[in-house]
């Protein structure tokens, strides 16, 4: 499902210089992504065709992303920082919108490309991941005043009771006949529905409260300059209204991980708790300020739910077809299901040490 590039596409936006070359970047799941390459000192660029069957309203993303990145914008130049590199910049078109859609329907957009710095799959240190864990701190800290409402792009995005109404829906529809094949798969979804559900039933009732969050907070969203401090939050596609958990969930999910998203090898993946004790404390020492004690009570337990969120998103659409992700391969959902479920165990295995962790590192930013 890769996109074919409009012809001349480039000359819809409104760029500095001469296009070299534009070529295919990056692993994301669900955009296709293109590095524009321009001759001389010229900025380059990063232009993306937006997945219009996840995304189901481009225009109010883009705006959502322009609200967040303005707000961005000031306060990384009130706090001395360079705003051209810490924030991502939205390059419009050549009439002023945010997007370009072309004759086929299809969604484009663009954005500065941000020199000089590094991506990871991974977290190789535990150092590494506490200036993650600042870095999403410090996005969260930033945006939590902003007052503008964003529009609701991804209604239910993280919301368990939402994921187990498509996962009831598709399970009953079973489309392509794949459900009897991972009845094994299915139990582990079915017996951590009530556990899974009580948390998102804090953010329901208020207890867990509503913020400005990103919502893919995985490790290759952040870019890191040469010394190893978080540069710039980008993917800014999910930024939504929702609960701060989410993000240090979904980033513990990534950075701890000892293997793959989708790797194969199941002895590969377990959760590495140095690396979970750096982020946890490279991101309370932003955010400890702001949290309440029921976000602060749940961070340990929003990496399970983020990881279990994942099997489930994984598994649902193997048993829909394989029609949200991207897959190389017949069973790549299967695979990545059993590798985030690898995962799961061994945070459930880890439990008491991971919420121990937490523990200490607020009692130490406390004293
Ligand atoms: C998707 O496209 P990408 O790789 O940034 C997905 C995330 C998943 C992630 C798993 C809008 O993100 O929620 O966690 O894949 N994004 C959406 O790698 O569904
Ligand atoms: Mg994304």
Redesign the pocket.
Known sequence: MSAILPANIEQQFAIEGTVKTIRPLGE????DTFFIETEGDSPNYILQRKNKS?FKDVPSMMDNIHKVTGHLKKKIVARGGDPMREALIVTPTTDGKLYYQDSHGEYWAACLFIEDTITYQTADSPQLAAQGGKGIGLFQAMLADMKEPLADI?PGFHNMRFRFEQWDDTLRRDPVGRKAKVQKEIEWIESRRAEMLALWEKAESGEIPTRVTHN?T?IS?ILFDQQGNVLCVI?L??VLSSIVLNDYG?AIRSYANAGL?DDENLDNVYIKMDIFEGYTKGYLSETISFLNAAEIDNLAFSAKYITFE?VLRFLMDYIDGDNY?KVKSEDHNLVRTHAQYKLLQSMEASYGEMCRIVKDAVDSLKR
């Open positions: 994301g799941l669900i955009n996840i991804l893919d995985k969203n993917d596609d999910t979904d998203e994942q992700y």
